[in-house]
Structure formats: structure tokens, C-alpha cells
């Protein structure tokens, strides 16, 4: 059974990092893409980030040089650190497994950027 857990959310200020962690279990995650997505109010879910197998990584124009995704084979973790976060960043964050023919998701964690 695959599972994803996302943690390290919370409140943080504009200007300020976060660093979300994502658990996962169930896979042979070293094999498969895994990617951060972000939901906000009224908003349709959208990808943030995302890392190969490798260390190839693709991410949203919005975060470019401001997030960097990681992955830890070894650990079966993958990590969004969140710099110069924006009030617009504000979203229930999700983590991603893409296996073929078929998305899992986490249960997501709320990132909320206010002053």
C-alpha cells in the first residue's frame, strides 16, 4: 500500500522559509518522479516541483530560485525548502508518487504566509 505523509507546515511571515518533508512508503520510491503540488482557495491544484529519479528537477516559474525539491533514496523522503515565501504561496501543499498510470498524493499540509 502506498502512503505519502507530508509535515512541516505552519504560519510563517512574508520573507520567511519553511521546509516540507514527505514520508513515503509502499514503493520502491528511488525509482519514480515525486513532486510537490499546491492547492489555494478557489484555486485549481498545481505543480510547485519536481525531481526525477535523478536529480533532475523541474519546477513552477512562480518558485524558480526561491524553492529547491530534494529527494533521499535512502530515507524514501523527498523536501520543498521554501525561501522568500510570498503571500501568494499561501496553499495546502501536497506530495506527489508518479507510477505509471497513476498519481498518489498525501494527505497535504497547510502552508499559510501571513503578516
Known amino acids: 500500500q502506498v502512503q505519502l505523509v507530508e509535515s512541516g507546515g505552519g504560519l510563517v511571515q512574508p520573507g520567511g522559509s519553511l521546509r516540507l518533508s514527505c514520508a513515503a512508503s509502499g514503493i520502491t520510491f528511488r525509482i519514480y518522479p515525486m513532486g510537490w503540488y499546491r492547492q489555494a482557495p478557489g484555486k485549481q491544484r498545481e505543480l510547485v516541483a519536481k525531481?526525477?529519479?535523478?536529480?533532475?528537477?523541474n519546477y513552477a516559474d512562480s518558485v524558480k530560485g526561491r524553492f529547491t525539491i530534494s529527494r533521499d533514496n535512502a530515507k524514501n523522503m523527498v523536501y520543498l525548502q521554501m525561501n522568500s515565501l510570498k503571500l501568494d504561496d499561501t496553499a495546502v501543499y501536497y506530495c506527489?508518487?508518479?507510477?505509471?498510470?497513476?498519481?498518489?498524493w498525501g494527505q497535504g499540509t497547510q502552508v499559510t504566509v501571513s503578516s
Open positions: 506527489n508518487a508518479e507510477l505509471p498510470g497513476r498519481y498518489y
Open positions: 525531481i526525477l529519479s535523478g536529480v533532475s528537477t
